[in-house]
């Protein structure tokens, strides 16, 4: 078939159309120093250079709330009400802005917002420093998590109105063992559904399951979102085994972002694609990416190999 451009490519695997390849991305965090033209020009650079299919601006410019800050039930009552242009988020939605400006309308673009519940352990300082305040202060977790949700609800909103296509929304507690199941499903999955419910307004929300052992993935597999993203390679969770849970919705992965792709491996980089699209009938409602970021030292030249394989398997499209 003729070759798509970014836009029709994703478009086509989100939906279930045929695609002239799989749409493939990777990314990693960036030092954008709080500078919005710093933070944009580093997503453009680094997602141009290697011609990926979608640019994803990173969640570098922190929620405006100071880590390790929370000591007592009183303290989660400093967790104020913002508007979205507040601080760190207005720079984010003016980063937002500028990558779509640079990038035009062809070049899909997600942004990474953090889930209430993973904002509230930074400020408590920590998982343990977190569940200790779920236990001994839980209305006042919950106050806080309200106020987090709305501001969080109303940032994504502005994010997509400033040129997003989609919200990365990045969901912890699900794994790792840091919450409980019942810890989830009270403090942590109705806040995300606040948030993600707000986001209709994008074509490309990811719901990202953040984490490796101890998953409880069912707990999010529902969550409204465009696209499901997991960690498959290192949970073990494999695309297959979810991909009769999701319905229309696509599945992104595939790739270990801490094997082949930072050793410059072709050959287990390309069996790990084509085993990924193989689990994906064919590469359907599918889009091949790591389970989450690559780390941020890995070699350029590892990524640019890993691109040429995409193009060595699937052709550029």
């Known amino acids: 078939m003729a070759a798509l451009s970014k836009r029709e490519r994703v478009w086509a695997a989100v939906h279930g159309e045929t695609v002239d390849r799989p749409p493939f991305f990777f990314w990693h965090h960036f030092k954008p120093h709080n500078l919005p033209h710093v933070h944009a ?37 400093l967790v104020a009400r913002l508007d979205p242009d507040a601080s760190n988020l207005g720079r984010m939605v003016q980063t937002t802005a500028l990558v779509r400006d640079a990038v035009g309308p062809e070049t899909p673009v997600v942004v990474t917002v953090y889930s209430p519940i993973t ?10 420093a977190l569940r200790r305040q779920l236990q001994e202060n839980p209305e006042a977790v919950h106050r806080a998590l309200g106020v987090l949700a709305g501001n969080l609800a109303g940032y994504c909103q502005a ?66 979102c465009a696209v499901l993203s997991w960690e498959d390679r290192l ?23 801490r094997g082949p792709i ?36 890995t070699d350029e030249a590892h990524l640019r190999l890993a691109r040429k394989t995409v193009d060595d398997l699937f052709g550029r499209g």
């Not at 141009?48 to 969640?59: A, E, H, S």
């Open 41 to 77: 020009q580093s997503t453009i650079d680094f997602f141009g250079r290697f011609d990926l299919d979608i640019y994803k601006i990173m969640p570098d410019m922190p929620y405006p709330f100071p880590q390790n800050s929370i000591h007592s039930a009183d303290d989660w009552d």
């Open 119 to 128: 904002e509230a352990r930074r400020f408590a300082g920590g998982p343990d």
């Open 159 to 224: 994010l997509l109105e400033a040129g997003a296509d989609g919200i990365y929304y990045a969901v912890q507690g699900v794994a790792g063992g840091w919450l409980s199941e019942a810890e989830f499903r009270e403090f942590a999955r109705p806040y995300d559904l606040q948030v993600l419910n707000a986001c209709d307004a994008g074509w490309l929300n990811v719901a990202h399951l953040h984490g490796g052992p101890e998953q409880m993935l069912d707990l999010a597999v529902g969550y409204p």
């Open 235 to 257: 949970t073990g969770v494999r695309l297959a085994d979810l991909r009769p849970k999701l319905g229309i919705r696509a599945a992104m992965g595939g790739i270990d972002e």
């Open 262 to 297: 930072t050793r410059g491996d072709a050959a287990a980089l390309a069996a790990e694609m084509r085993d990924a699209v193989e689990q994906t009938d064919g590469g359907r409602h599918f889009i091949l990416a790591p389970g989450c970021s690559v780390p941020d030292d």
